[in-house]
């Protein structure tokens, strides 16, 4: 009873400290972010770095996803005769929710593992401490322009996301099934806040830029310096963004659609 | 052992000093009783046997972990680890070659050597171009400036973060196991460049090394870690004439001496094996 209890102190108490320094991080980054960002190039080109490499597999999926919207959507609306909604009822499912989530699940798994496994590898081969020692603060010169360009290429991924799954729930709805292609537009128009619905989605994405990029970043920051350490790191980094999205998706959606 | 006095240690020419430093980790204890110096124009080679705490003492050298006790100082200031400012001024002057190089594997070759000259110098980019490929043909690597860090030899490797090391003309250099890896041609090239680099520049050199021959051809002063301090301190010749049995086992490389060439079995050694044992029968 005693070992066991004990188990269950050291385990809060180890989750604690995770999540102070995690936190301390988050202020570092956010201490340290002024003199990083009077450096533009160097979050430009990790924006490029992290949004470009994340475009194909965003694109493909927001695809993918507007099909099977433009299907399923149709079979349920059609019971009421209300096939024409199909756009707004793509529009809405993809701009409030699937987007910004789905795009961070793929971030978390594109981006998010790739800079956790480049900041531990840099940190397993000394690159860090060089820079350290050449009185460069890697936290500066390496982290921040990444946490911001994740911040910058979040919102950007899941705006295009949404944009393709739309024209995919079109080609399905309009093109293959035969929906009205007035209706299906102008419902979506009609239907469609900005502040509401598009404003919402995007800051939904903000924040899980926010979540995704930090926690990838600290993963590679705090991993052990060995092929063992990075590989847990990076596996980390996929499951704990991905909860935290979800998470994350639940709280924010109380807050803005309640 | 000769020892230095602490006039020595405060010498205004020592770019470096220890004076009676103790370094570690947390509670484990690695050296203790440190008392050496660098000074401008010096090449100075720390030499010692595995896990004698070489690298450790770079370490401290350049604020990476604090001292436990006594004082180290750079540049005639103490050398700090708390101060970041501080540090950070005191690296500008400093260059480090990495045991494994460290080269940024992002970059290329032009771009890992000129990476100091673009965060610390204002040069235009001509400047820096001719300032980068001047380093480049020191170590004999111009005409791999275009390479990425992934198509070079380690020993490549190793003198490009030399060429990066100095670039910036540091006054006070370190080189962690400058000549692991090189061929003998370059092993010789590199050896008498850092002996100019102290004569023309008159900066200090610190080398951790384990290579005697090279070390002892360049260097002025030569200290000997082990049993978890400073054994011996001299020039090459002193070291070589000393009859101090752990001087002449190490220089002479004899498997018997005072240095053991096996590890010790310890109690958690022979639990372990008792535990194999079991397991087998």
């Known amino acids: 009873m005693v070992a066991w209890l004990g188990a269950i102190g050291a385990a809060t108490r180890s989750s604690l400290v995770g999540l102070g320094s995690f936190a301390r991080f988050f202020g570092l980054m956010l201490a340290r972010s002024g003199a990083a960002l009077r450096r533009p190039g160097l979050v430009v080109q990790q924006v490029h770095y992290i949004g470009n490499f994340s475009l194909v597999i965003i694109l493909v999926?927001?695809?993918?996803?507007?099909?099977?919207?433009?299907?399923?959507?149709?079979?349920?609306?059609?019971?009421?005769?209300s096939e024409e909604a199909l756009g707004l009822l793509v529009a809405l499912s993809l701009v409030r929710e699937l987007g910004p989530v789905v795009t961070a699940l793929l971030f978390a798994?594109?981006?998010?593992?790739?800079?956790?496994?480049?900041?531990?590898?840099?940190?397993?081969?000394?690159?860090?401490?060089?820079?350290?020692?050449?009185?460069?603060?890697?936290?500066?010169?390496?982290?921040?322009?990444?946490f911001w360009a994740g911040i910058i290429a979040m919102p950007l991924l899941a705006a295009l996301f949404s944009m393709v799954g739309i024209l995919g729930g079109w080609g399905v709805g309009v093109l293959m099934i035969g929906v009205d292609e007035g209706a299906f537009w102008s419902q979506m128009q009609n239907g469609v806040d900005f502040v509401d619905d598009i404003l919402n989605g995007v800051i939904k994405s903000v924040v899980f830029g926010v979540a995704v990029t930090l926690i990838a970043l600290y993963q590679g920051y705090s991993a052990r310096p060995t092929p063992e350490g990075v590989s847990r790191a990076t596996t980390r980094t996929v499951v704990l963004g991905s909860l935290t999205v979800l998470g994350l998706d639940f709280l924010l959606t109380a807050l803005m659609f309640s | 052992m000769p020892t230095q006095t602490l006039s020595d240690v405060s010498s205004p020419e020592a770019v470096l000093s220890f004076h009676d430093v103790t370094v570690g980790y947390g509670n484990r204890i690695i050296l203790q009783s440190i008392t050496m110096q660098v000074k401008r124009g010096q090449v100075v080679a720390v030499i010692g046997g595995s896990g004698s705490g070489k690298t450790t003492l770079l370490r401290a050298a350049t604020g990476q972990i604090p001292i436990q006790q006594g004082e180290l100082s750079a540049f005639g200031q103490p050398l700090d680890t708390h101060d970041s400012r501080r540090l950070y001024e005191q690296r500008?002057?400093?260059?480090?070659?990495?045991?494994?190089?460290?080269?940024?594997?992002?970059?290329?070759?032009?771009?890992?050597?000129?990476?100091?000259?673009?965060?610390?110098?204002?040069?235009?980019?001509?400047?820096?171009?001719?300032?980068?490929?001047?380093?480049?043909?020191?170590?004999?690597?111009?005409?791999?400036?275009?390479?990425?860090?992934?198509e070079?030899?380690?020993?490549?490797?190793?003198?490009?973060?030399?060429?990066?090391?100095?670039?910036?003309?540091?006054?006070?250099?370190?080189?962690?196991?400058?000549?692991?890896?090189?061929?003998?041609?370059?092993?010789?090239?590199?050896?008498?460049?850092?002996?100019?680099?102290?004569?023309?520049?008159?900066?200090?050199?610190?080398?951790?090394?384990?290579?005697?021959?090279?070390?002892?051809?360049?260097?002025?002063?030569?200290?000997?870690?082990?049993?978890?301090?400073?054994?011996?301190?001299g020039t090459p010749q002193a070291l070589q004439a000393s009859t101090d049995p752990f001087v002449v086992q190490f220089l002479k490389g004899q498997p018997d001496g005072p240095v053991a060439f096996h590890y010790p079995e310890t109690a958690a050694f022979q639990e372990w094996l008792a535990r194999q044992q079991g397991g087998q029968s």
């Open chain 1, 61 to 81: 999926s927001g695809m993918f996803v507007g099909f099977v919207l433009g299907l399923q959507g149709y079979y349920t609306l059609q019971r009421y005769g």
């Open chain 1, 109 to 146: 798994g594109r981006a998010g593992t790739s800079l956790t496994a480049e900041i531990g590898l840099m940190k397993a081969g000394e690159q860090l401490a060089a820079m350290e020692v050449m009185a460069v603060d890697p936290v500066r010169r390496v982290l921040v322009p990444r």
């Open chain 2, 92 to 150: 500008q002057r400093m260059g480090v070659l990495f045991q494994q190089g460290a080269l940024f594997t992002d970059l290329d070759v032009f771009e890992n050597v000129a990476f100091p000259l673009r965060e610390h110098a204002q040069l235009s980019e001509s400047e820096v171009r001719e300032r980068v490929l001047s380093k480049l043909q020191d170590v004999g690597l111009r005409g791999a400036a275009h390479l990425k860090t992934s």
């Open chain 2, 152 to 233: 070079i030899s380690g020993g490549m490797a190793r003198r490009v973060a030399l060429a990066r090391a100095i670039v910036l003309e540091p006054e006070l250099i370190f080189y962690d196991e400058p000549f692991a890896g090189l061929d003998p041609i370059s092993l010789g090239v590199i050896a008498q460049l850092i002996r100019s680099m102290s004569q023309t520049l008159g900066c200090g050199a610190l080398l951790i090394t384990h290579d005697l021959e090279e070390s002892f051809a360049i260097a002025d002063q030569v200290y000997l870690l082990g049993r978890g301090s400073l054994v011996a301190a």
